[in-house]
């Protein structure tokens, strides 16, 4: 059946570095949304996009965050340079334009040391 | 700013009874409410919808509840099986740019003893 995938499913970096995050929507979807979840702030919208054109990042910090979708089967979260901070479970999820209802991926957790 | 929030951080139930999980919000223009289950590991996976305009929906053992006059919306979970232990998360949704843009509350536990 039809589903969000995400890679990679965990991620440990070293403060500094480069991280990329990878999402496939599902097939056909044309709305994706990035998620940041943590503990202690719950499930925070980053940033989506419709048709493939950004709407909304104000949840992202700009300076180091950036999403983008380079076609219709792929979005990117990168992170550069990556913090501590950061360490949290990334979620993409996808739906129709019509509809309320989104589809999540299993998320990508990162640990940043 | 607005928030969406939940009463009952952890519920404790028997197998087989029935479960009420609540949920607060605060933006009376939201358009469409949702009720997510996240089991441990995995990503949020959709429950149950409900339109502003209506006050009660009903899904296979599921019910959300809508009441606009206090602002609060609840999830019944009948005859509670331990496969049912998750985070629920409730959401509000708000048209915006012709998408619906949703706002997550913090989540209930719910622990199912067999």
């Known amino acids: 059946d039809a589903r969000v995938t995400q890679t990679p499913r965990h991620k440990v970096t070293e403060m500094g570095q480069e991280v990329t995050m990878r999402c496939q929507p599902i097939?056909?979807?044309?709305?994706v949304f990035w998620y940041r979840q943590t503990m202690m702030q719950g499930l925070e919208l980053l940033a989506y996009?419709?048709?493939?054109?950004?709407?909304?990042d104000s949840g992202m910090p700009k300076d180091r965050f950036s999403a983008e979708m380079p076609d219709a089967t792929l979005a990117t979260l990168k992170i550069q340079p990556s913090e501590p901070r950061d360490s949290a479970v990334y979620f993409c999820?996808?739906?129709?334009?019509?509809?309320?209802?989104?589809?999540f991926g299993p998320g990508t957790r990162l640990t940043v040391t | 700013g607005e928030s969406v929030g939940l009463h009952l951080p952890t519920l404790s139930v028997q197998e087989g009874d029935n479960s009420i999980i609540n949920c607060a919000y605060s933006n009376s223009a939201s358009d469409y409410f949702i009720w997510y289950k996240q089991e441990s590991g995995k990503g949020p996976q959709f429950i149950i919808d409900i339109r502003s305009n209506m006050d009660k929906r009903q899904g296979q053992r599921v019910t959300v509840l809508l009441n606009k006059t206090v602002k609060h919306l609840s999830l019944q979970i009948a005859a509670t099986q331990p496969g049912d232990s998750a985070v629920y998360f409730c959401?509000?949704?708000?048209?915006?740019?012709?998408?619906?843009?949703?706002?997550f509350g913090r989540g209930t536990s719910l622990i199912v003893h067999p």
């Open positions: 996009f419709r048709n493939r054109a950004p709407l909304d």
């Open positions: 959401a509000e949704l708000l048209q915006s740019g012709g998408s619906y843009i949703p706002t």
């Open positions: 999820a996808s739906g129709l334009v019509t509809g309320s209802v989104q589809y």
């Open positions: 097939l056909g979807h044309n709305t």
